[in-house]
């Protein structure tokens, strides 16, 4: 009896490789009685056909690896997994536990290939603005994943930029999104997307404001960041010139004198200072003068977002990102909630985020500034500035993400587990509900997942009471 020729649609057939397991697995087909090959039709969604056999049951981990692996480039991934699941129902079902399994090791190794290109797609794909269409704003990308990962990633782009308009062409298919819908079309060139817009050089000029020439290492940073992503980076294009004048630009580093630093506001005048104050560029330039009130921070990181806005959301404190980028809410805790928001419908340039203390307090082990929780004392000295900020702001509703900012918001301690939910705050209306670097520390995935929908819910229930 001849091998069974498998046909699946070119790119990532999970769907095409799912209906034919079950297919093969019902009808005891062995592995090396298949051949798997893909065709060239257009990349376009896959539905199930008629005469599809029962799902089969596998372990968690073998489906999300089987999930993963698929989106790789390599020919014989479908081979692979198709050994993989028959090992699985025939007597193995722990097979993933023998890391040093030949399968196991290649099958591991290829699914970190496509997790790295699924980051480095994130980290490095840059969108540029492409003019108006139909009077909303659209912009286009161009990248060259090494996998077949373009629909995998989907959903974190949509989540990052619901707002705009936007396309992702790629060599091997396309993704646009057009604030309600999600869809895959064929491949694109590079020439179809803009190859530059006005906001470049904005990034020109912040990547140069934050390298630090004494830490030049050029062979980590082509690690972390391959020259083959650098053409679709406009802030690369300064990277040759600072690498060659790093070393001149340290010595002179070393022999300048030193500048006496910026003479600051005594805290004893802070509420003085205060008084009058009736405008936020009022009250920032005097946030920005003065002497940070917990140990660290190299400047004050001001709340962002319009006055009068429905919401305020009020966090702990800035953390390393926040203090480097002068921005509330931009690193991983930031990037979580910005996510969050747009699954509750809530629009964060519409909000205005904050926090109760306005510096980063840390302490320098070697090379990094590790985050330090600020005492009960070090919360109330920044609470009048709190106060007055969220007095000009006048939101409806005020969003406390944490136990320092509920501290902050009431004046004495909450517990966020008991409190959560509806509150109030002096003369304004309250919620109560958890900081998002919270759910980053939860080591359990399953934790993270229940924590993150509860935490949507929250935000939901926020929407909700403003609407």
């Not at 799912?18 to 093969?24: D, K």
């Not at 936007?166 to 895959?184: F, K, M, Q």
């Not at 009022?282 to 004050?300: C, D, M, Q, Y």
Request: glycine share 8%; net charge positive; with cysteine.
């Amino acid at each position: 009896m001849g091998k069974q020729s498998i046909s699946l649609r070119a790119g990532a057939d999970l769907e095409g490789f799912r209906q034919a397991v079950r297919r093969l697995i019902a009808a005891e087909v062995a592995p090396d009685e298949v051949l798997w090959h893909e065709d060239e039709r257009p990349l376009l969604p896959t539905e199930e056909g008629e005469g599809a056999a029962n799902p089969i049951a596998l372990p968690r981990a073998v489906g999300e690896l089987v999930e993963c692996v698929i989106l790789h480039r390599q020919a014989d991934r479908y081979e692979l997994l198709y050994a993989l699941i028959w090992t699985c129902l025939h007597g193995h079902r722990s097979i993933l536990e023998e890391h040093n399994h030949p399968l196991v090791h290649r099958l591991r190794r290829m699914e970190k290939s496509v997790r790295r290109d699924i980051h480095k797609m994130h980290a490095f794909l840059r969108f540029r603005d492409a003019g108006n269409q139909g009077g909303r704003e659209r912009f286009v990308a161009w990248f060259e994943p090494e996998h077949h990962i373009l629909e995998a990633v989907g959903p974190f782009f949509r989540a990052r930029f619901p707002g705009h308009d936007w396309s992702i062409l790629t060599p091997h298919g396309s993704l646009h999104w057009d604030g309600t819908e999600l869809s895959v079309g064929p491949p694109g060139k590079r020439n179809e997307a803009p190859r530059g817009d006005a906001l470049e050089a904005g990034w020109d000029v912040y990547y140069q404001s934050v390298f630090n020439p004494a830490r030049v290492n050029p062979k980590a940073m082509r690690s972390e960041m391959p020259k083959k992503y650098w053409s679709n980076m406009p802030e690369t294009r300064a990277i040759p010139d600072m690498i060659r004048t790093a070393s001149g630009q340290t010595k002179e580093m070393l022999i300048k004198t030193p500048t006496p630093p910026l003479k600051r506001a005594p805290l004893k005048s802070l509420a003085a200072m205060g008084g009058d104050v009736t405008t936020l560029a009022e009250l920032n330039r005097i946030i920005s003068a003065t002497e940070p009130l917990v140990k660290g921070g190299t400047r004050a990181v001001l709340g962002e977002g319009p006055v009068a806005a429905a919401i305020a959301l009020v966090g702990e404190q800035p953390g390393d990102q926040e203090d480097l980028a002068g921005r509330p809410f931009v690193g991983p805790a930031g990037q979580l909630l910005d996510r969050a928001l747009a699954e509750a419908g809530l629009v964060r340039a519409q909000i205005y985020l904050t926090n109760a203390v306005k510096h980063f307090k840390f302490v320098q082990r070697g090379k990094h500034r590790l985050h330090q929780k600020p005492t009960a004392g070090e919360i109330k000295h920044y609470r009048w500035w709190l106060m007055k900020e969220l007095e000009i702001v006048r939101p409806r509703l005020v969003v406390a993400l944490g136990g320092s900012a509920a501290l902050a918001l009431s004046g004495e301690a909450v517990s966020v587990t008991k409190s959560r939910g509806a509150a109030r705050f002096a003369e304004s209306n309250g919620y109560i509900t958890i900081h998002p670097s919270y759910l980053l520390r939860l080591p359990d995935e399953d934790a993270k997942r229940r924590g993150y929908q509860e935490f949507v819910a929250d935000l939901e229930s926020v929407r909700s009471i403003v609407s």
